[in-house]
T-cell receptor
Framework: GAVVSQHPSRVICKSGTSVKIECRSL??????MFWYRQFPKQSLMLMAT?????????EQGVEKDKFLINHASLTLSTLTVTSAHPEDSSFYIC???????????FGEGSRLTVL | GEDVEQSLFLSVREGDSSVINCTYT??????LYWYKQEPGAGLQLLTY?????DMKQDQRLTVLLNKKDKHLSLRIADTQTGDSAIYFC???????????FGSGTRLSIRP
């Protein structure tokens, strides 16, 4: 079946540094990918919709300059957390939409810890 | 606005049925989903239902939809220890639009 891969699965960084998380669709080309952030009390918040070849669409309240999204190819979207702070520590999950079925496949998630 | 609500916790005895409930506010939602998240992992689509249906059954899973009350439920028959996970209810307007998730219900199984 279709697989979406995220890398890294865990990352620890110092406050003030930038961290890049990759999301790859391995079995299909995805024109649309989504980035979610999962808070400690389980809720999953949509951060942005990543569109191949165009700018990402950010949800209200999500800082575009803080969370940079690039969808340069049909199989890869990246989320860069710039100048990370401890409050950015979270579980980030991406998903990619299969073109024919429209089904959404999720990555395994990336746990970011900012010290 | 879009809002999906679930209770946070559910504990059931192994072998019993689990019923996880969800309410949503967007009446234009066309697709309603149930996702499962095991510890430290991403989300796995369990099942989905179209808004013009009121029930869908898939092996041990039964989804019931009350569109009038905007209430969705997931019943897991003969609950097993492997069913321990967080279950997310979600909705979207179309198969191509963004999906809005509930807060998730943590299902724990007791012997």
């Amino acid at each position: 079946g279709a697989v979406v891969s995220q890398h890294p699965s865990r990352v620890i960084c110092k406050s003030g540094t930038s961290v890049k998380i990759e999301c790859r669709s391995l079995d299909f080309q995805a024109t649309t990918m989504f980035w979610y952030r999962q808070f400690p009390k389980q809720s999953l918040m949509l951060m942005a919709t990543s569109n191949e070849g165009s700018k990402a669409t950010y949800e209200q309240g999500v800082e575009k300059d803080k969370f940079l999204i690039n969808h340069a190819s049909l199989t890869l979207s990246t989320l860069t957390v710039t100048s990370a702070h401890p409050e950015d520590s979270s579980f980030y999950i991406c998903s990619a939409r299969a073109p024919r079925s429209g089904e959404l496949f999720f990555g395994e998630g990336s746990r970011l810890t900012v010290l | 606005g879009e809002d999906v609500e679930q209770s946070l916790f559910l504990s059931v005895r192994e072998g019993d049925s689990s019923v996880i409930n969800c309410t949503y506010t967007d009446s234009s939602s066309t697709y309603l989903y149930w996702y499962k998240q095991e510890p430290g992992a991403g989300l796995q689509l369990l099942t989905y239902i179209f808004s013009n249906m009121d029930m869908k059954q898939d092996q041990r899973l039964t989804v019931l939809l009350n569109k009038k009350d905007k209430h969705l439920s997931l019943r897991i028959a003969d609950t097993q220890t492997g069913d321990s996970a967080i279950y997310f209810c979600a909705e979207s307007y179309s198969s191509a639009s963004k999906i809005i998730f509930g807060s998730g219900t943590r299902l724990s199984i007791r012997p």
